[in-house]
Antibody
Framework: QVQLQESGPGLVKSSETLSLTCAVS????????WSWIRQPAGEGLEWIGR???????NYNPSLKSRVTLSVDTSTNQFSLKVISVTAADTAVYYC???????????????????WGQGVLVTVSS | DIVMAQSPDSLAVSLGERATINCRSSQSVFYSSNNKNYLSWYQQKPGQSPKLLIYWASTRESGVPGRFSGSGSGTDFTLTISSLQAEDVAVYYC?????????FGQGTRVEIK
C-alpha cells in the first residue's frame, strides 16, 4: 500500500516562495503521475498540477505562471514550488497519486487513488 | 475547463435511509473509444484527506462498503448511499478526469437528521 507524506514550512511570508515535498513510500515513484491539490479552509478542492516520473508536467492554467513541479526518482520524492504567494494561497496542500495505465501507446493519468494527509500552509503578511 | 456542479450543497438523512448526491459536468466525460465515463467520487471526513470511493462512474474501490454506489453517464451522475450509517457523515466530491485541468464539484455535505 503506497503512502504519501507532505512536508514543508507551515508559514510563508507574502510575496515569497512556498516549497513542499511529498515523500512516497511503500511503492516506486516510477511509471506514475503525481499531483498536487489544495483546499482552502472550508472550501473545495483545486488541482494544481501533475508530474510524471520522467519529469513531464501539466499545470492548472490558473496557477501555471507561478508553479513549478519537480521529481527526484532517486529519493522517491516530488516537489512543489509556488512563487509570489499571497493570502489566497493559504490552504491545506495535498499530494496524490493518479492511477496510471497504458493508453494510446503511452501512460495516461486517471483518478486520484492515494492521497497524503495534507499540510496546512499559511501565508502571512 | 470542465465545470462540475453538485446538488444539493448539503443534505440531512436519517440513519438507515438513502442519501442521493448528484453531479453534473459542463460537457460529456464519456469516452466512446473505450465506453467509459471519466468520473470518480471521493469522501472527505473532517480533518482527513479525501478517500476514493468510486471510479469509472460506477466501479467501487476495493474496501468500500457495498452501500455506496455510483451511476450515470455523459454529463449526469449520482452517488447513492443506500442505508446511511453514522460513519458516512462527510463531504462528498465528484471529480472529472476526462481532461486537464482536473476539476472537482464544490462538494455535498451529508449529515444525520
Amino acid at each position: 500500500q503506497v503512502q504519501l507524506q507532505e512536508s514543508g514550512p507551515g508559514l510563508v511570508k507574502s510575496s515569497e516562495t512556498l516549497s513542499l515535498t511529498c515523500a512516497v513510500s511503500g511503492g516506486s515513484i516510477d511509471s506514475y503521475y503525481w499531483s498536487w491539490i489544495r483546499q482552502p479552509a472550508g472550501e473545495g478542492l483545486e488541482w494544481i498540477g501533475r508530474i510524471y516520473s520522467d519529469g513531464d508536467t501539466n499545470y492548472n492554467p490558473s496557477l501555471k505562471s507561478r508553479v513549478t513541479l519537480s521529481v527526484d526518482t532517486s529519493t522517491n520524492q516530488f516537489s512543489l514550488k509556488v512563487i509570489s504567494v499571497t493570502a489566497a494561497d493559504t490552504a491545506v496542500y495535498y499530494c496524490a497519486r493518479e492511477h496510471t495505465a497504458e493508453c494510446q501507446g503511452g501512460p495516461c493519468p486517471f483518478y486520484f487513488d492515494s492521497w497524503g494527509q495534507g499540510v496546512l500552509v499559511t501565508v502571512s503578511s | 475547463d470542465i465545470v462540475m456542479a453538485q446538488s444539493p450543497d448539503s443534505l440531512a438523512v436519517s440513519l438507515g435511509e438513502r442519501a442521493t448526491i448528484n453531479c453534473r459536468s459542463s460537457q460529456s466525460v464519456f469516452y466512446s473509444s473505450n465506453n467509459k465515463n471519466y468520473l470518480s467520487w471521493y469522501q472527505q471526513k473532517p480533518g482527513q484527506s479525501p478517500k476514493l470511493l468510486i471510479y469509472w462512474a460506477s466501479t467501487r474501490e476495493s474496501g468500500v462498503p457495498g452501500r455506496f454506489s455510483g451511476s450515470g453517464s455523459g454529463t449526469d451522475f449520482t452517488l447513492t448511499i443506500s442505508s446511511l450509517q453514522a460513519e458516512d457523515v462527510a463531504v462528498y466530491y465528484c471529480l472529472q478526469y476526462y481532461s486537464t485541468p482536473r476539476t472537482f464539484g464544490q462538494g455535498t455535505r451529508v449529515e444525520i437528521k
